[in-house]
């Protein structure tokens, strides 16, 4: 019988209350906050979307696996089973422990980019490319149009298109291309997926260039669950074994551990290369600490040893995606503009289309982030405007395609029901939505400037839509 109801396949075994303050209040708070998400206190929040990372539910064997800490400064036994875990389940050859995603990043950049090299990637990262950028690189989106289009359903927008990527190589030439920037899957865009098969051919071409793909992992294993799911050939394999498929076509890596390896720190670089592992042995203790713990304590490498194992546990994995897709459902049923296909780890407001009255330099995205905070406690983020910062050159923002507000779910962490709470909330908003007015940036860090940028409503503008 098949069966239709559905279980999170764990069952609680600690819990942390959750305070729900009043509207008025938050009202206050995400002022004083400057109408900023990620400036508002943890403990203001009823229902804290923000994001997936490093915000996740670790299991009893990884707390067991924290009292297990070897907090010796050098060849801690915890830094052997990252290791071993890292051989196991991903297949690269030699890696160096970061304190999490943004270190091994760094790393790469200054080992592989050289000033004035272009570096192609399936849509840009925020801190990748500003790792990039700080290296003396010029980041080039090759990624298929479709990434760029909310409403397209094509299953595998994180793929490359190859049209792109040899027009580039044409262009610059190979020797000026630093590597091709690959995600698993690409946030920016929705959390999308990219198939296998567009892995293989961007590899046969990219070999025939002799240029390297590093590959960013922070979501293999989702990745690898939508390709057991949608890709024709792939439903009988693990999820193990494409991600390990997956790894075999790329020559290096950058994890943040905080996503799919379901820690609250950590992070590592891999790299197949002897001659780049040995530099990048070097490098770490400049800039992270020694090689065998690159920043993060024994103990948080033993929780992100087992994290990877359990990362790709079927049950678990189908049950992170589940609650993603639930709450998306919920949203498109209520007629939400949001980008389809739901991705894996969030679901994603077309704040364009929900907001038609707020032209983007007014930052509709994140004027909806407020909205929803004020309305239910919904902490969520910004992924348009304000994320893609200002063009390094013409020093004008970049106008993204995508102006989107991410409700990221982190794992393990919430039912069922908080998703209805959070549903609920964005319909009851949707419904009052030209109310919603824009702001005005009256802050603005020199980089990532989402995490820190001030703003203020704009007032005195007619907000609702004519007629
Ligand atoms: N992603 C997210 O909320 C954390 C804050 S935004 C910088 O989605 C990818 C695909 C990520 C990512 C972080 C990093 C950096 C690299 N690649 O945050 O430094 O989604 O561990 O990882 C965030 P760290």
Known sequence: MKRTTYAEPYKIKMV???????????????????YNTFQVKAEDVYIDLLTDSGTGAMSDRQWAGLMMGDESYSGSRNFYHLEAAVHQYYGYKYMVPTHQGRGAEHLIARLLIKPGMYVPGNMYFTSTRLHQELAGGVFEDVIIDEAHDPDSTFPFKGNVDLQKLENLIN??????????????????????????????????????????????????????????????????KTVAAITKEICSLTDGAVMSGKKDALVNIGGMMAINDQGLYEEAKNLVVVYEGMHTYGGMAGRDMEAMAIGIAESVDEAHISSRVHQVHYLGAQLREAGIPIVNPVGTHGVYINAAAFLPHIPQVKFPAQALTVALYEEGGVRSVERGIVSAGRNKETGDHHYPSLELVRLAIPRRVYTLSHLDVVAE??????????????????????????????????VGEPQRMPG
Request: glycine share 6%.
């Open 425 to 458: 909330t964005a319909i009851n908003v949707f419904e009052k939505r030209y109310d919603v007015p824009g702001l005005e940036m009256v802050f603005e860090p020199k980089y990532m400037r989402f995490f820190q940028a001030r703003f203020e409503q704009v």
């Open 16 to 34: 942390e209350p959750l305070r729900n303050i009043s509207r008025r209040e938050r009202e206050r708070l995400v002022k004083l906050a400057g």
């Open 171 to 236: 262009k610059v030439g190979a020797a000026n291309i630093a590597y091709l920037s690959l995600a698993t899957t690409v946030n920016m865009a929705g959390g999308q997926p990219i198939s296998l098969e567009n892995m293989k051919q961007v590899r046969k071409l990219t070999e025939q260039h002799n240029i390297r793909i590093i590959h960013d992992m922070a979501r293999v294993a989702e990745n690898a669950y939508m390709i057991q799911q949608l890709e024709p050939g792939y439903a009988d």
